[in-house]
């Protein structure tokens, strides 16, 4: 396979390959880049179709893009199936989606980090022990912290 539909598959498996390297399901990536490069939005049964996998599959990892902002469900006149195009301005799709989905995760962060700090502090153990853990509850909590201001910072939302 040469040409444009080569280029196409070289960038959805690029794309299942970054979704990956955050963390994120292979899938994600890969229907994103499938849907970023098509001309027209795509129903469930063709992504399924195209990438090979279920029905079910494309449609939970569609939703998940949906509620990040990074694809949109779109009407077709006269059918009733689920159709979803790409967003492809990346400032809707952070500031949409992946940014409150991110702050809501570094606050979640925050509340584990005081918790296990409370469990430390009311257990008995080995007292070198919990001071290396009380270290590296603080050292997470800097970091998770710096995370969340430099998100929440109006210059940095400005250039986003």
Do not use: C
């Not at 400032?91 to 992946?98: E, K």
């Not at 008995?124 to 603080?138: A, C, S, T």
């Amino acid at each position: 396979m040469n040409g444009p539909q080569a280029a196409k598959w070289e960038m959805v498996e690029a794309g299942g390959r970054t979704a990956q390297s955050f963390g994120l399901n292979r899938l994600l990536g890969q229907i994103y880049m499938l849907l970023f490069l098509s001309r027209e939005a795509m129903s469930l049964d063709q992504i399924a179709a195209q990438l090979g996998i279920s029905k079910a599959s494309a449609s939970i990892a569609s939703r998940q893009l949906e509620s990040w902002g990074a694809v949109r469900r779109v009407w077709m006149k006269g059918d009733r199936k689920s159709y979803y195009a790409a967003e492809t301005n990346l400032l809707r799709i952070v500031d949409g989606g992946l940014l409150p989905s991110l702050l809501k995760k570094l606050h979640s962060a925050r509340i584990q980090i005081e918790r296990s700090r409370r469990l430390l502090e009311e257990g008995d153990g080995d007292p070198d022990q919990k001071r290396f853990i009380r270290v590296r509850l603080d050292q997470a909590e800097s970091y998770r912290s710096k995370i969340e201001a430099l998100l929440e910072n109006p210059i940095v939302r400005r250039i986003l």
